[in-house]
């Protein structure tokens, strides 16, 4: 009958043997892996031990040794040696310590074996108790590394290896410490079980390593479908792809991108500097700025666009998009750059550019006369309304009198305001302007007194009003004709003693302000149904002036048309030659139901609309077209866009 451990070491040669050919004939591969290189010299070193003579595991190995027993070991050693290179392999671990450290173990104990006289147990096995205490602290310590990086599957499968040679590590070490006991009291000879290890664990890690063989070819199978599809899309698409490494050589660039920069094959590119070859001086440095930025800081590149040489010398605008590439540790390993060629669309919009430059260059030469110098700022005109009008602001400038601004809407009665203070004594002191008819009711007396601190809720401070603010200055008082009837006697006392009280308070408070009113309406007209104090009416009404529609001085309108053209040109950064005679007779005949404000509006839309060197007035001529559509629902807003959308 074959005794126990010799029919375990036949067992374990035969599955060594079929395990490190298959290995080795695996890992020898051309796309093969150094991990089936190592196990399968591992496998064929354990088997090379077990045959050789004497077969099996050594029992009767008292020192001194046979030179047979001295050659055999040397496979056992190589076995244990290896071991360690391929728990770093298998698991990735990078630490070369331990390997080193065991080879010097195991190159101690064999010394020590080979020169062995007659000591009991050999000093060499104690060595060698230590070297495999090594090997299976490694082998944890690379298991636990395993589970940090994810690995999940393959660290168990190690692991339950590494817990196997623990126990039978332990079972042998306590065996050999009392290896005389056994033998005395079972009077027979036992092998170490440390000795089951090897068919264990090629075993179990053969078996993983054919499934990780398995799972790779499946893997590779999805991986050359995926790379099929890759390189017809990099082959087809109408986009530049380059691939850089972190110093900016080129690695990869699609046959676009080849086409695109006029060169026959990407050989001819792969290997040279993007930023040296393909991108011109002034805009090579600050390129390789912003790629060195993003790989050190690990940040997504922002999309930018800049210009690329071809090989003929050729300049082509291109729109980039970039990410970072990695390799299979984590690290940075280039920059993977999406580019799409632009230089059409920027050529076409720097021709739009120059085109408009070199209308912005003409002169403005419009139908009328050079502006007099006498006219102050925005007032315009030379007819004989607007030059009366002009004189007696100019008049009443230089009194302290009250003045009433009467005129449509959109005349400029808030300009012959600016006059007067301009040429008064007080032009120099604050001037203020409050529009009544833009403040609720309920609040204008808080804007033109002020109020005391806890007069109302939310007052948690004292604030003044606009004619202590005015305190000897001038306020203007636009649309006084809205003023509330109950606010009307406060005012009129500030207008005959120049005295008020702040809303919530006691303390009478005294201002000298001089006061300008204007009004689009008829203050006659509202004193009789109710709606304006005489008193007040009397007191405002001390210097008036009537300041003329547009309908009433059309003589102006052209210098008025041009005036605008000119301050809404370069608002609008436009310059316009001229402005052809029926547009200008239209604007002559025309009522102007808004005055200025809507001459202004008019000329701006003009302004806006216009391409050419003339002044075209479509807008204008559309809206007096649909004069009835204006009366409906319609706003001028939504003809504008109308408009607008027919032009385009």
Known sequence: MIPLHLLIAIISAGVALFAGLVSLFTGLHREGEKVDVVFGLLCISIFVFLIFPPVGFIIHDNPPYPALIIVKRIFHVLFFCLFPWFVNLYTGYKSKTFPVLVAILYSAGYFFMAFAKGSIPPLWIKIIIVAIAVIIVHGFIAVKYQFKNGEKIKAKWFQAAMII?????????????????????????????????????????????????????????????????WESLMLHMQLIVVHTDKSGKLNYINPFGVSLLHYKSSDELIGRSWYDYFLPVPEAGNIREIFEKAIQEKESMPQYKNIVVTKDGDEKTITWTSELTFDGSGAIEGLMNFGVDTTDQENAFQQIQNMKAELEKENLMLKGEPLPEWMQQEIVGKSDAIVYA??????????????????????????????????????????VKVNCGALPSELIEDELFGHEKGAFTGAISGRKGRFEIADGGTIFLD????????????????????????????????????????????????????????????????????????????????????????????????????????DLNHLIQYDWPGNIREMRNVIERAVINSESETIRLDLFYQTLNNKDKLHSSRSLEELEKEHILKVL
């Open 165 to 229: 040679f623990l126990v039978l590590y332990v079972i042998s070490a306590i065996y050999q410490i009392n290896i005389d006991y056994f033998r005395k009291i079972y009077h027979i000879d036992l092998f170490y079980p440390i000795n089951l290890f090897p068919l264990l664990f090629i075993t179990l890690m053969g078996i993983r390593l054919r499934a990780n063989s398995i799972q790779k070819l499946r893997l590779e199978k999805v991986l050359r479908s995926k790379n099929r599809q």
């Open 390 to 431: 002009i004189q007696k602001a100019k008049k009443v400038a230089v009194t302290q009198a009250t003045v009433l601004l009467e005129g449509e809407t959109g005349v400029g009665k808030e300009l012959f305001a600016d006059l007067i203070q301009r040429s008064s004594l007080r032009n120099q002191k604050p001037f």
């Open 479 to 582: 649309e006084i004709g809205e003023l509330p009837i109950a606010l009307q006697p406060k005012l009129l006392r500030v207008l005959q003693n120049g005295e008020f009280e702040r809303v919530g308070g006691q303390q009478t408070i005294k201002v000298d302000v001089r006061v300008i009113a204007a009004t689009n309406r008829s203050l006659s007209s509202e004193m009789k149904n109710g709606k304006f104090r005489d008193d007040l009416f009397y007191r405002l009404n001390v210097f008036p002036i009537t300041i003329p529609s547009l309908r009433d001085r059309k003589e102006d309108i052209p210098m008025l048309v041009q005036f605008f053209v000119e301050r809404k040109s370069k608002k609008h950064g436009k310059v316009f030659k001229n402005i052809n005679k029926p």
